[in-house]
């Protein structure tokens, strides 16, 4: 299972990025798929994640109208469309998989099982 993570970079304060997420190695459309983020000098927490058919989305509360989640099985990518973004939003964020499949619950590190390589956001102000 290989993640791929890109479109991170530097945007201002109350800018727009869209991360994407493409995945190889894995029936991608029987999986919840997530974001994570990790600031310098912080654990790396929840941002969102999305059921294995789209039709669930679980936000922290830190993103929740400003951030979305999508997929597109078709192609085996994941996004995080990040708009109004803040400098607090500065961070690595990483995709992820969910350990099971057609798993759906409360968004937690320890429930999913492979990673990508991250992808840095720089929110200036």
């Known amino acids: 299972v290989q993640l791929q993570a890109s479109g991170g970079g530097l945007v201002q304060a109350g800018g727009s990025l869209r991360l994407s997420c493409t995945a190889s190695g894995l029936a991608f459309s029987y999986y919840t798929m997530g974001w994570f983020r990790q600031a310098p000098g912080k654990e790396r927490e929840f941002v969102a994640q999305i059921s294995w058919n789209g039709g669930n989305t679980y936000y922290a509360d830190s993103v929740k109208g400003r951030f979305t989640i999508s997929r597109e099985n078709a192609k085996n990518t994941v996004y995080l469309q990040m708009n109004s973004l803040k400098p607090e939003d500065t961070a690595v964020y990483y995709c992820?998989?969910?350990?099971?499949?057609?798993?759906w619950g409360i968004g937690s590190a320890n429930e999913y099982d492979y990673w990508g390589q991250g992808t840095l956001v720089t929110v200036s102000s």
């Open positions: 992820a998989k969910n350990g099971r499949s057609y798993w």
